[in-house]
């Protein structure tokens, strides 16, 4: 499990209370934030520009894409990210590809007194790509600031839960702030990627985030290719949350993490966790959600 946060669990009433979603608390000790705002106006730029950037933008990916992947960014890809040996040639080639555009497209930022290294960018990188191996091409583009933080940190906020303003102290594991930036505790990162045992990933959670967020909605759906898999999809996560939820009401062990009872939009972020992390148990024991998943995401990562 992620560091031990006390209080998270007032926390978490606060988070259910911002997002105006019906939340129930399962598991304490997991704390992250998603921020959603309404999408900024667009400005008249010309027709051409949108093209312009697009245009500009391939052409420095292809030039990022031609130069020679560093040998020690491979070696920490199969230090710090475990499911990178799994993967055959062509899709390591595609991950070093999106991890290499990834560092060069972010800004990074180390936070209180965090120097921000190679280790940190590309672990970081390696992990969050893994989402989008499916997208052709996609690297998170609108996204643009990465910040990391030493431990977890603290941040001040309102609370309204009781029905007047509370200003309070709020302990955070990781955020994901609509078309903001990502926000990461080092200690976190490392710390899922090298226990096995355990099906979660805060790199895997929070970019989940940033993928339902595509659609300026955190609502646990994100962009789909069609009407049926959106039906498809309703049908299928609304039935595994209420699942969830009856199992953990009912003591039951469960493999899916207890923090996806919070919500929908929580769900998502944590089954994403679990498909990666755990895809064959997955598949065995939530066969429809798996397959949902697969379909989202391109991929089949409990293979064949
Ligand atoms: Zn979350």
Redesign the pocket.
């Known amino acids: 499990m992620p560091t031990m946060i006390p209080g998270a669990a007032r926390v978490s009433k606060v988070l259910s209370v911002v997002l105006g979603t019906d939340s129930i608390r399962f598991a304490p000790d997991r704390c992250?934030?998603?921020r959603l705002f309404q999408p900024p106006q667009s400005h008249q730029t010309g027709p051409d520009l949108p093209m312009l950037l697009a245009w500009l933008r391939r052409r420095r990916r292809r030039k990022i894409a031609a130069r020679p992947f560093p040998e020690d960014w491979e070696e920490i890809l199969r230090h710090n990210v475990r499911q990178y040996s799994s993967l055959d040639e062509t899709e390591q080639q595609t991950l070093r590809t999106a991890v290499a555009i990834f560092v060069a497209e972010k800004s990074w930022e180390g936070c209180n007194g965090l120097d921000i290294n190679d280790e940190i960018r590309v672990t970081i990188a390696g992990h969050a790509c893994r989402l989008v191996l499916g997208f052709q091409g996609y690297v998170f583009d609108r996204l643009q600031t990465i910040l990391v933080y030493p431990d977890t940190y603290v941040v001040r906020e309102k609370d309204y839960s009781l029905g007047f303003e509370i200003e309070q102290d709020s302990l955070r594991l990781g955020e994901?702030w609509h078309q903001g930036p990502v926000i990461l505790v080092w200690p976190s990162v490392m710390a899922d990627a090298h226990d096995a045992r355990r099906e979660q990933n805060v790199v895997l959670?929070?970019f989940a985030?940033v993928l339902d967020m595509h659609d300026h909605h955190a609502d646990g759906t994100p962009t789909l290719d069609s009407p049926e898999q959106y039906q498809t999809w309703d049908e299928v996560m609304r039935h595994e949350f209420a699942q969830l939820v009856d199992d953990i009401q009912s003591g039951r062990p469960t493999l899916l993490d207890q923090y996806g009872a919070t919500n929908l939009?929580?769900f998502f972020?944590v089954c994403s966790e679990c498909f990666f992390e755990c895809p064959r148990q997955m598949r065995e024991h939530h066969g429809r959600l798996y397959d949902v998943l697969r379909r989202f995401y391109h991929q089949d990562p409990a293979g064949s």
């Open positions: 992250d934030r998603f994901a959670h929070e985030h939009t929580e972020a």
